[in-house]
C-alpha cells in the first residue's frame, strides 16, 4: 500500500507516516461485457499527499477515477474516503473535490458568480457562497478577475478558476485530470505551484492524473502506474524510479564511426554487452558487468568510474561523443520500461 514517502521527504509539509489515510482502495474491479478494465487496484493515500496516477491510453485511469469519485460502482472490492464506505456514494461526495479534465464554463458568468453558484448548491447561504467565492478567488490568484466575464479568461486562468471549484466545499480529497493540458511552460509551473499548496496548505489529498511525467516527478511524493488494468508499480517515486532502472550507459557517436566505438568497447574488461539502441545506427546502449562479477555496477546505479573509462577509451580512439547518458534514472525511464515489460 501506498504509505511510504520519498526519503528525507519527512518535515511538517510532507504527509506524516502517523496520519491515517484519507483514501484507501481495496481490491477495486471493473470489466464492461465481460472485458475487465480494472484488476485489483489497491493503494492508499494519506493527508497532504500527492499521488501521480500513470498508464498509456487503456491503462484503466479514467476508470479508477470514476469509481473512487463514485460516478460509477465498482464490480467487486471497495474503498473508503476519510473512513466513509464506498457504500455511501452521497456522503463520499460531500468530501471529494474534482477537476474533470475537459470542463465546460459559462462563459457569460464572472468568475465570483461561478464560485457563488456552487457554494450555494452546497447548502452556504448567498452571504457564505460569495465570501467563499472571493477567497477561492485569492487562495488561486484570480481575485483581480473575479469580476470579469469566464469567457474573457485564458486557458490557465479557466484551469485555475476549475480548481477553486474543485475547493468549494473544502474537501479532504481532490481529484485533477490532467490540469496542465494545453498549458505553456509558463502556466504549467504556476499551477503546479498551486496543486502542490493545495495539498500541503489544506492538508488535502491530491490524486493527479497526467502524461506529463516531469511534473509527476517534480510534485508527487507517490505514484501507481496501470497497464491493462493493473498496477505493475506503485510506491515513492524514488522507489518507482528504481524498480525500472536499468544498468545502462546510452552514448551518442557518430554512426560512420559507431560500428568501431562498438568494438572497442566491448573488448574492455568491465563491459558485459553493448549493443545499438534500437534501430539506432548511432546509439549505443552499453551494460557493465554485474557488481558481484566485476563491481562496474554497484547499488543499482552505473558508478561513476565505469562510465570514466568509457568516456577515456572513447576519447583515446578519438571517437566523438555527441551525448552521454545513464539510463533509467528518471520517472519517464522507468515508465517506459515498466509499460513495455507488461506488454510483453
Request: charged share 20%.
Amino acid at each position: 500500500m501506498l504509505t511510504n514517502l520519498r526519503s528525507g521527504a519527512a518535515t511538517s509539509t510532507k504527509t506524516s507516516s502517523t496520519e491515517s489515510p484519507i483514501l484507501v482502495a481495496d481490491d477495486l474491479r471493473k470489466s464492461y461485457e465481460g472485458r475487465p478494465a480494472l484488476r485489483g487496484l489497491t493503494f492508499a493515500l494519506r493527508p497532504g499527499g500527492l499521488l501521480g496516477f500513470l498508464g498509456p491510453n487503456g491503462a484503466g485511469k479514467t476508470t479508477a477515477i470514476r469509481i473512487l469519485t463514485t460516478v460509477i460502482p465498482p464490480d467487486s472490492g471497495y474503498f473508503t474516503v476519510d473512513g466513509i464506505s464506498s457504500d455511501y456514494p452521497q456522503k463520499i461526495r460531500r468530501k471529494i473535490g474534482v477537476l474533470p479534465e475537459s470542463l465546460g464554463f459559462p462563459k457569460n458568468l464572472t468568475g465570483l458568480e461561478f464560485l457563488t453558484y456552487f457554494g450555494r448548491h452546497y447548502g452556504q447561504t448567498a452571504k457564505e457562497a460569495k465570501a467563499n467565492a472571493q477567497r477561492l478567488l485569492e487562495e488561486v490568484n484570480l481575485q483581480h478577475r473575479a469580476n470579469s466575464l469566464i469567457r474573457t479568461y485564458s486557458r490557465g486562468m479557466r484551469q485555475r478558476l476549475g480548481i477553486a471549484r474543485s475547493l468549494i466545499n473544502d474537501p479532504v480529497l481532490v481529484f485533477l485530470d490532467e490540469p496542465t493540458l494545453g498549458l505553456d511552460p509558463g502556466g504549467q509551473q504556476e499551477l503546479l505551484s498551486l496543486i502542490e499548496r493545495i495539498a500541503r496548505s489544506r492538508r488535502a489529498g491530491v490524486v493527479l492524473s497526467s502524461h506529463h511525467l516531469a511534473e509527476i516527478e517534480r510534485i508527487c511524493d507517490e505514484v501507481v502506474i496501470l497497464r491493462s488494468g493493473q498496477v505493475i508499480a506503485s510506491g515513492s517515486v524514488s522507489h518507482v524510479v528504481g524498480q525500472g532502472r536499468r544498468n545502462v550507459i546510452r552514448i551518442h557517436v557518430p554512426a560512420p564511426l559507431a560500428p568501431r566505438a562498438r568494438q572497442m568497447l566491448e573488448a574492455l574488461p568491465t563491459v558485459k554487452s553493448v549493443a545499438f539502441s534500437g534501430a539506432a545506427t548511432d546509439w549505443l546502449e552499453v551494460e557493465p558487468v554485474d557488481s558481484a562479477n566485476g563491481a562496474a555496477a554497484s547499488g543499482g546505479h552505473v558508478n561513476g568510474h565505469f562510465a570514466n573509462k568509457l568516456l577515456e577509451a572513447l576519447i583515446r580512439a578519438d571517437v566523438p561523443i555527441l551525448t552521454f547518458e545513464a539510463e533509467g534514472g528518471r520517472l519517464h525511464d522507468a515508465f517506459l520500461r515498466l509499460t513495455q515489460e507488461a506488454a510483453q
